[in-house]
T-cell receptor, first 111, second 113 residues
């Protein structure tokens, strides 16, 4: 079945450093979504990417969808302590309403 | 503020008990989902529903069933709880189209002893 893997599983960075998490799917996706889960909280929707090669920005966050629509990345510039949490990608294939979530990357930011 | 409400934040049940986890959304969303979240495994889909009385199995449906009698309510049922069903259970809802993100509830942490 469809699998979505994320790397790294954990990342500790100093405040101000950059951070990137990568998402890889075993199958071609129709779109991909990104979520953030704060410690003790629930996942919150950040963004959706649909087009091959698409790049979207939200302030210090940059999201990319690969040309082959099988991978994606989330890059945070100059991390802050408020960026702490687990970031999940979630991919969907055509003709289905369900999203398969990646394993998540837990980010810790050291002040 | 739109909401997905899960009936219990924490729940402790005994092995063999029948367990009901309730989820209600007030956004008139067509799709509703049940996931379980375990460390290192991410979120795994148990069941989902795209309409009243409709349900489809996710990736790990064994040991679970669901009920959707009304559009706003989606219930997850553990027919006979086992210790390996100890987990965080997350309910989510979304509009029918693929272009919308999920709205998650706060989760129910279930412990089966």
């Amino acid at each position: 079945g469809q699998q979505v893997m994320q790397i790294p599983q954990y990342q500790h960075v100093q405040e101000g450093e950059d951070f990137t998490t990568y998402c890889n799917s075993s199958t071609t996706l129709s779109n991909i979504q990104w979520y953030k889960q704060r410690p003790g909280g629930h996942p919150v929707f950040l963004i959706q990417l649909v087009k091959s090669g698409e790049v979207k920005k939200q302030k210090r966050l940059t999201f990319q969808f690969g040309e082959a629509k099988k991978n994606s990345s989330l890059h945070i510039t100059a991390t802050q302590t408020t960026d702490v949490g687990t970031y999940f990608c979630a991919g969907s294939t055509s003709g289905t309403y369900k999203y398969i979530f990646g394993t998540g990357t837990r980010l810790k930011v050291l002040a | 503020d739109v909401k997905v409400t899960q009936s219990s934040r924490y729940l402790v049940k005994r092995t063999g008990e029948k367990v009901f986890l309730e989820c209600v959304q007030d956004m008139d969303h067509e799709n509703m989902f049940w996931y379980r979240q375990d460390p290192g495994l991410g979120l795994r889909l148990i069941y989902f529903s795209y309409d009243v009385k409709m349900k489809e199995k996710g990736d790990i449906p064994e040991g679970y069933s669901v009920s959707r009698e009304k559009k706003e309510r989606f219930s997850l049922i553990l027919e006979s709880a086992s210790t390996n069903q100890t987990s965080m259970y997350l309910c989510a809802s979304s509009l029918l189209a693929q272009n919308y993100g999920y709205t998650f509830g706060s989760g129910t942490r279930l412990t089966v002893v």
